[in-house]
């Protein structure tokens, strides 16, 4: 006999379910900006965000990472708007999208759903290779990986966008490549999509020429290796199998392209990545020369508004750019949200509530997104990934406030 309490809860969980669902692909469909409806998806994001929380009845407090979230928004988008005097659109871009992204970020995680975090994760690493693929199968299409073009055209909206920041589509699926070929996400199809995904995005960035794409996939992929490893207190034995594997591999590639078998080695040299490496080394490379450029002219220019007289129209660098186009305030108050966040990450990759997973998640992010904010101009030339990082964060913050008081619950019980 099916009871009232039964059939109430049966209702709860499928309720769930449906709204974990709908959350899922509205994820998939603001982050790959679908059709170009970039704003129509911003508002279907954040009503569908409320509508989750208020579901899953998580509950919201004012914190002042928050605060600051708050402050650093409102002061770019109005000193940016002010020198630019498009105050409308730096309004949508700067602050709607980034401060909407933390807030619901913030709101949809609660203790009982942990899962999401990784799944919206997931969302968002597809939909923004979904949307990168899009802008590369328009550029071969097109012929302009034969003619070493180094603009690629928006396939949804037909703006057109430097090829190193068209990599930057694919920073957050490439990150997730050891997470892929582990047992760390054990669903084989998503495992499957996730390892295709991450192979197209390698394949463009040798077509597009993109060598930042290809630094960030090392680093971050030996990184995990350290941090699974400690994590899950790999035996010396283990670690030496894995060195012989990953030697035998490198020895296997580094034969097929030496020997030029099926013609690799021959493909490789005619793409534009390896005209690029040979073009221009990374340490002659013009935006690291940005670096001394800006140190002599900083102090001279506290209040941004592009007056700094570069070599490069940007500084390809997310905080120096900032400071170069909003000065000092916003500058700051980016640099204290920065070590909040990092804080967040520190706290859930200690702490012993949380499974490996999320752990790695959280730093695999971070770092990935941090690296790419480095060496290109994210909030000139694609705002919406700053609006990413901000989501992501959100959800970090309320993992750390969960398990806080979960923490502070255990010590009051005992």
Known sequence: MITYEKLSTKTTVDTKKITNFIWYVSILLFSSNFFGLSEFLLYLFIFVGLFHAYINKSRFR??????????????????????????????????????????????VVNFNNFKLYTNTIICLSLGLFFHGILNVYFYVKNGNHFLEVRVIRDYWEGFDLAATLQGSYFTLIISLLLLSVTKIIDNKIIKTIIIISIFFSIISSFYIGNRTLIMICIIVFFTNIILFSKEIKLGYKSVIKFLILLCSI????????????????????????????????????????????????????????????????????????????????????????????????????KSSKINTQIKILAITTLMSLSLNFMVEPIMEGIPFLFSIFMLINGMNKKIKDVIKEKENESIMDR
């Open 62 to 107: 004012i914190s002042k990472e928050l605060l600051v979230v708050f402050l650093f928004t409102i002061s770019y988008t109005i000193i940016s708007s002010h020198y630019a005097n498009n105050l409308q659109a730096s309004f949508i871009l700067y602050f709607v999208y980034p401060f909407s992204a933390y807030f619901i970020g913030s709101l």
């Open 250 to 349: 490198i020895f296997f590639v580094y034969f097929i392209i030496e020997f030029d078998i099926f013609s690799i080695k021959t493909i490789v040299e005619s793409t534009n990545l390896y005209s690029r490496i040979n073009e221009i080394s990374i340490i002659d490379d013009p935006r690291i020369n940005i670096y001394t450029e800006f140190a002599r002219q900083f102090y001279k220019y506290p209040f941004g508004g592009k007056e700094m007289i570069l070599s490069l129209a940007y500084a390809h660098n997310m905080w120096l750019d900032i400071y170069h186009v909003a000065g000092f305030v916003p500058f700051i108050l980016l640099i204290i949200l920065n070590i909040m966040i990092v804080k967040n990450v520190i706290f859930i990759y």
